[in-house]
């Protein structure tokens, strides 16, 4: 009989609340909120924290991750934020971590942080810093409705090293509108110039129901053709292999011992508690979606009921392919002994011919006993896990 392989787990939180909401985003994120809404959230937050800590299946998990995302985090007021996360540092059990202890990250947008502010977060335990960047073009970021330029970034990164951070991620968009490769160049220039321990970089992609898709059914949004944003890829994984950081994932990039752990534990299909509306957990293979809407998810919390919204619980050959899929969105790929030990099947025995087409047609390799995309393979990544789900 395969086995669970449960080993330690993450922890998200979602703070749904931004200035202003870009016109490519499809997240759970909300503008305009008052300043009462957004008190009354993470008051309801750390109290489902509260709950979930208490939980029988988080009291049996020890945890190496706490990730507080958005939306945009560092726009809330500093103090109730550093409050809620050093009440998730105590509640849950963090001993699953190397002598570093636990990963915690913070999402932050440029135009949103001070020192001060970055202070009080290295004080409660913050160690890991993600600054939305995007591009370091002010057209760029025009384009895309991001409020701050491009001086503002550098400010927010440097108050970083200045704060102590040690662990700084940026994130890098590109296939951007009216980008070009020369433009696309110099933002990761400017990136490695920075010397950031991590970068994530990220194809815009046009999501339904944005005022982006919109542009784009109305043929007013002017991006770059297929063939220049694979050059753009290109010319990342070169220019960042060359500055120390290796191509760990599709879209990320680290220097040695920086990849995301939290991050990590998503591509290898692992467990994880969501917090906060909007937000998904996984129970050892049980999803569950809490309410997005954070007026609801505060009344849910604050009358007694859990604010779950819809759970799925995969049968395991579709738990096989999830865990496939995923694992091939790393550099290293998926060991097929570990996957029998967990399902009870390997992907030559579950996908046969499929698989062996795909070998052949240089789009996968098993290398060192690993099943992973080859070079060619990344370029049509897509396409390559449309034919495994």
């Known amino acids: 009989m395969p086995g669970t392989l449960e080993g330690s787990a993450g ?215 297929e063939e220049v944003t694979l050059s753009m890829f290109e010319q990342a994984r070169e220019i960042l292999a060359a500055n120390g950081y290796r191509h760990y994932e599709i879209s990320n990039y680290a220097r040695h011992g920086f990849e995301c752990i939290h991050n990590k534990n998503y591509w290898e299909n692992g467990s994880y508690i969501g917090l906060g509306g909007g937000a998904v957990s996984c129970f050892s293979g049980l999803r569950i979606k809490s309410v997005e809407n954070p007026v609801q998810f505060t009344q849910m919390i604050n009358g007694g009921r859990m604010p779950f919204k819809e759970a799925e619980f995969l049968p395991l050959p579709a738990r096989f392919r999830e865990t496939v899929i995923m694992g091939l969105r790393m550099s290293a790929g998926v060991l097929p002994s570990r996957l029998e030990r967990q399902f009870g099947v390997t992907p030559q025995i579950y996908y046969g011919e499929l698989l062996n087409r795909l070998i052949g047609q240089g789009l996968l390799e098993v290398r060192e006993n690993r099943l992973r995309l080859t070079h060619k393979g990344l370029l049509l990544a897509n396409w390559v896990m449309a034919q495994l789900v």
């Open 11 to 225: 922890i998200y939180a979602h703070i749904p609340f931004c200035l202003s909401k870009c016109p490519y985003c499809s997240f759970v994120s909300y503008q305009g909120m008052s300043g009462s809404v957004k008190n009354n959230y993470i008051k309801a937050l750390k109290r489902q924290a509260h709950e979930m800590a208490c939980h029988p299946w988080s009291r049996a998990r020890k945890f190496h991750s706490l990730f507080i995302g958005g939306g945009t985090p560092s726009s809330l007021d500093t103090e109730k934020t550093a409050a809620f996360i050093a009440a998730c540092l105590e509640a849950f059990d963090f001993t699953a971590t190397t002598n570093k202890g636990p990963e915690v990250t913070l999402e932050a947008n440029p135009n949103s942080l001070n020192g001060e502010m970055l202070k009080r977060y290295r004080e409660v335990g913050v160690n890991r810093l993600s600054i939305g960047m995007q591009s370091f073009s002010d057209a760029m970021l025009k384009n895309i409705g991001r409020l701050h330029r491009v001086q503002e970034g550098i400010n927010a990164f440097e108050s970083a090293r200045e704060a102590g951070f040690t662990n700084i991620n940026l994130d890098l968009m590109y296939g951007l509108p009216g980008q070009d490769i020369a433009q696309w160049k110099n933002t990761l220039q400017q990136a490695v110039g920075l010397a950031p321990e991590h970068l994530s970089v990220y194809e815009l992609t046009i999501e339904e129901g944005t005022p982006f898709a919109e542009l784009a059914s109305q043929k007013r949004l002017e991006l770059p053709d």
